[in-house]
């Protein structure tokens, strides 16, 4: 008969004591027949079913491994985190584990997360900024660690004295400031891009819209009832909701006419833009570009996944895949161009540079740090939160710098 997976450990006994196992592990929980013994079996149980990701031994929770503390904290966010940022946490703990795995988490210290952060600075492949954000990254495990009462409060908030690393500390690098992708470069990529990516290149060069507000934009986030000739998109959620409230872009005619055909049939929590589209896109187009005939095998396989069509592709886009979008239509681009036209890399945070950097050039810094929905000018400055209503008047008044170029592509 099989053995059971995922069933609770048994009270047992070996000679007078009354012990549990659990992953390996023998658990001793006092003399046998005992009043205490049965109040600690009760306790562990009780304690593994509300989260048996983690390590339960002997009731002591200093005893817990650091290597048991981040195996319990990434299996519970996996499911929580994108796809990039699970990456990031996975790499950040992966200098912790390498040093500390057998430590007790009670035992660890601000010098031993100085001793992983320098470890980092050593790798020589993490800017300053990146070293302090892994940094941060494991102050969050611990503190994870806290909430599910695996790690003392004592233990992370010593934590919190580690300071960040100051720009020029020795062995630290920065990478230069991201500056603004030219329009001609965006031009010259967007025929190796699928149409629905290209579309959500388009779409946050006009508007300035950070990545994350056009790969997690909605169906039901876009508001079409308005009756002053404008839609209004409005994020879920955005990093300056608490400074500034509520975020609105006004959409005026170039963005509605991008948007359109990505709206019909769909409901309200359904993406505006899906990786599973780009993926039949790409389909359809290696399709038409086939030279072969079609296999009577792969007939079958196409049958076979139009009854599923997710085909383990997400419905939403994140950081890591918009990104790795763009980057794959340039490395396609190059192999076709020649070498004094080759495209240069660039990524979706610079799209809203160029549009942040364009307003401020036409219309000056007010209108930049409206487009951008920053909170003080200051930080517009860097690109190159004013009122509604200038980033209406820009809404309206917005041309569409793609499309000549689509209709004389058409026209041809």
């Known amino acids: 008969m099989p053995k059971l997976k995922n069933r609770l450990p048994k009270l047992c006994r070996d000679r007078n004591q009354a012990i549990s196992w659990h992953n390996g592990k023998r658990i001793i929980h006092g003399v046998w027949d005992s009043d205490d013994a049965k109040k600690s079996y009760k306790r562990f149980i009780a304690a ?12 002591k929770n200093s005893d817990v491994l650091v290597s048991e503390l981040v195996a319990g904290f990434l299996s519970d966010a996996e499911s929580r985190l994108e796809k990039t940022e699970f990456r990031h946490f996975k790499r950040a703990v992966g200098f912790l584990v390498e040093i500390y795995a057998e430590l007790s988490v009670s035992e660890f210290s601000p010098k031993k997360l100085k001793v992983c952060r320098n470890q980092m600075v050593k790798a020589g492949t993490l800017c300053r900024g990146m070293v302090n954000k892994h940094v941060s990254r494991i102050r969050h495990v611990f503190e994870w660690g806290v909430e599910e009462e695996v790690v003392l409060s004592n233990v992370s908030d010593a934590l919190k004295a580690v300071k960040d690393l100051r720009k020029g500390e020795e062995g ?4 230069p400031p991201r500056k603004e992708v030219p329009d001609e470069v965006i031009q010259q990529t967007l025929p190796f891009m699928s149409p629905t990516v290209a579309t959500m290149v388009k779409l946050q060069r006009i508007t300035g819209m950070r990545p ?40 005026g005619k170039p963005e509605q006419e991008l948007l359109a055909p990505y709206l019909t049939d769909k409901k309200p929590s359904d993406a505006v833009f899906s990786p599973r ?11 038409a570009n086939r030279k072969s005939k079609l296999t009577p095998s792969q007939t079958a396989r196409d049958k076979l996944r139009a009854k599923n069509p997710a085909d383990g592709v997400g419905e939403f886009y994140d950081k890591g895949s918009y990104g790795q979008a763009i980057k794959n239509a340039i490395t396609k681009g190059n192999k076709v161009l020649s070498v004094g036209e080759q495209i240069p890399h660039w990524t979706p945070y610079q799209l809203r540079h ?6 401020e050039k036409t219309g000056g810094l007010d209108k930049a740090q409206a487009l951008l929905g920053h909170k003080t000018a200051n930080v517009t400055k860097r690109y190159a939160h004013a009122q509604l209503a200038i980033a209406e008047s820009m809404a309206r008044n917005r041309q569409n710098p793609f499309e000549s170029t689509d209709e004389a592509n058409v026209a041809k």
């Open 48 to 59: 593994l079913l509300e989260n048996p990701t983690l390590p339960l031994r002997d009731g």
């Open 172 to 175: 630290t690098y920065d990478n």
């Open 212 to 251: 994350s507000e056009v790969y997690k934009m909605t169906v039901g986030n876009i508001d079409k009832h308005r009756d002053n000739g404008l839609w209004y998109y409005s994020p879920g959620s955005h990093k300056t909701e608490e400074h500034i409230g509520k975020k609105m872009i006004p959409l």
């Open 277 to 287: 589209t780009a993926m039949q896109e790409w389909k359809a187009e290696r399709r």
């Open 354 to 359: 160029a549009a942040g950097t364009d307003a």
